[in-house]
Structure formats: C-alpha cells, structure tokens
DNA sequence: TTCTAATGACGCAAACATACGACATAGACT
DNA sequence: AGTCTATGTCGTATGTTTGCGTCATTAGAA
C-alpha cells in the first residue's frame, strides 16, 4: 500500500477506532439527526414526507436517507408507490453500545486534570 | 441571507441538532478517537508524544488537537517547552449528556418498527 | 395503454476535511 | 548572543461531503 502526502489514513487505525468514527460521521449532520428525530416521533413509519417535514429538497433528503439506511441505522420497506422509512432498533442499539463504551472509557477522572 | 444552490444548510436546523451534529463531526475520525483514548489512559497527562504514538506527522497530529481543543473537550497547559494535554472533563460530560439525550430519544419501540 | 406521482441514481459545483512540508516562534541551554 | 527543541501556523494538493437539478424507473390511476 502506497501512501501519497493526502491521502486519508482511516486504516492505520483500530477497527473499535474506525466503527465509532463512521457511526459518528453519520450523526454528524443536522439533517440526518433530524431524520431519526423524526422516525422515533411518527407512530406511523411514514414515508417522504420527511422531505416535506425539512427544510431540504427532496433529492437531498433522499441521499441522507441512502447514508442512515448504509450505516444501518433505519429501514425502508416498499409500500406501493411510497416507501416505509423506519428506525432500525439493532443498528440503534449498536451505536448505543459503541458511543456508551467509549465514553465510559474517557472518562476523566478527576487527579488526571492539568488544571 | 442569500443562498447557492451548493450553500450548506446547516442553520435551518434546531440549535440542539447542530449541537449533536457539531459534536458528533469531531468524533467522526479514528485519529481524534484514539487521542481521547490516549489522554484518558495516561495518568501524566502527556503532550506531544501523542505524535509518535499516532501514525500521522506531527503536524496533522496538532491540527488533530486543535479540533479537539475547539471543541472542548481536550485542554492545553504550557509547561516550558512542551505542553501537556488532557480531558477536559466539562466537555465529556457535555457530548456524554447530548448523546445521552439523543440515544433516547430516539430508542425504538418495539410496535413501531416497519418489519 | 397512457398518464401521473413517488422515488432512487447520476452528475455537477461549491464548500469542507485531511495530510503534510516548510516556515515561524518561543523557551531552555550553552 | 547563538543554537537546539517543542510546538503552532500557513499554504497547498487531493479527497470527501452537501445540495440540487435532471433523468429513469416503477406502481397505481384513468
């Protein structure tokens, strides 16, 4: 493996390293925190009116839909013409799992402080 | 406020999504994971031998920090020459808090997953 | 069959992130 | 003063993300 001056070193890290990171990335933009806002909010497993709901447009939603489902974070299930976005329970509880762990790992205890 | 097709939007957003969605971007990169790791195992609170631990160039390494310090949750004291890192413990309580939230916010109930 | 509506895939442009070498600075030590 | 060492800052190349318009597809309606 070649190595040029920018290329990005994700995988001279730990694979525990690397699996927050991605989870993390995922999380780390409004649109799709809303997005899982509104899933656990709507009884209803509703569909695109997620669109409608952000203030995106519909294409742009719809990428942020493709990256959630990717990180396996929700499900779409056809439904006719309309599709079914919902929470997926086992990718949630794996990222609890993974976010839970690491921030119990660093937690500063309070002789180790500089200041 | 004008706004370009390729505009980010991500102040059209709730403020505590931006929050999450700020943080969660600084966790979102194995090196800045494994700097907290590194910071929350050594008890002397250690400065830039963090370089050599990490397989980037020192210089990334430092950019790597001052995410991290922007973000509070790492702190900087000069010591002479050198600089000793550690957890900013206020910060960690603060990213533990928003996650914390977040997590349960959006926990799935059973009777509302699609399949 | 033809039309319409909901959706994902493709491709582009702007903005942002990553990584690093080279330079600048500032404390310690002759 | 000069020199070394630890560190931050700047510029720059390359890669990645965001946002959207346009197109293709597919299911239901007429």
Redesign the pocket.
């Known amino acids: 493996m070649i190595?040029?001056?920018?290329?990005?070193?994700?995988d001279l890290f730990e694979k525990g390293q690397q699996e927050i990171a991605a989870i993390a990335?995922v999380m780390?933009?409004p649109?799709r925190i809303a997005i899982l806002q509104f899933l656990a909010a709507t009884p209803t497993c509703i569909?695109?009116d997620i669109?409608d709901f952000l203030p995106?447009?519909?294409?742009?939603v719809?990428?942020?839909?493709?990256?959630l489902k990717h990180a396996g974070l929700i499900k779409?299930e056809v439904e006719?013409?309309?599709?079914k976005y919902c929470l997926n329970k086992k990718g949630i509880e794996k990222m609890k799992q993974l976010f839970g762990d690491l921030l119990e790992e660093i937690t500063p205890e309070e002789e180790k402080n500089c200041s």
Chains 1, 2 share one sequence.
């Open positions: 190595f040029v001056k920018t290329m990005r070193k994700l990335k780390s933009h649109a569909s695109g669109s995106l447009s519909r294409t742009t719809s990428q942020h839909l493709k990256d779409g006719g013409l309309k599709i």
